[in-house]
């Protein structure tokens, strides 16, 4: 009977080993579960991070874009002045040259003026001579 009994023992050894492999390959796979979720966590939060970041240069860009079209708007509205004064401007060549024309007639006028006056002198002259 004692050797049923040593035999039970030594099978009952062998479970209590065979358990205790078991329940740490179950920790070991517990702890490789939860490596393996962490892994999957970084990767998304390397996945957002690379998000982010792509997310942040287009902002960067878009910010250097609205500043390049702020400048640019400046400048359109320079240009549109100087085009302004460039039309003021040659308005006014036009009227100085039309100035010059009339200041050319007005001295012509002067002397067709004076040459009417002359004649007129001659004339009366030329009636008293006719007289005497």
Do not use: D, K
């Amino acid at each position: 009977m004692w050797q049923y009994v040593a035999v039970c023992c030594s099978v009952l050894q062998c479970v209590a080993v065979c358990c205790s492999v078991l329940q740490c390959a179950v920790v070991w796979c517990s702890v490789l579960q939860c490596v393996t979720v962490c892994w999957s966590v970084l990767q998304c939060v390397a996945v957002c991070c690379s998000v982010l970041q792509c997310v942040a240069v287009c902002c960067s860009v878009l910010q250097c874009a609205v500043v390049w079209c702020s400048v640019l708007q400046y400048v359109a509205v320079w240009c549109s002045v100087l085009q302004c004064v460039a039309v003021c401007c040659s308005v006014l060549q036009c009227a100085a040259v039309y100035c010059s024309v009339l200041q050319c007639v007005a001295v012509c006028c002067s002397v067709l003026q004076y040459v009417a006056v002359s004649c007129s002198v001659l004339q009366c002259v030329a009636v008293r001579c006719s007289v005497v």
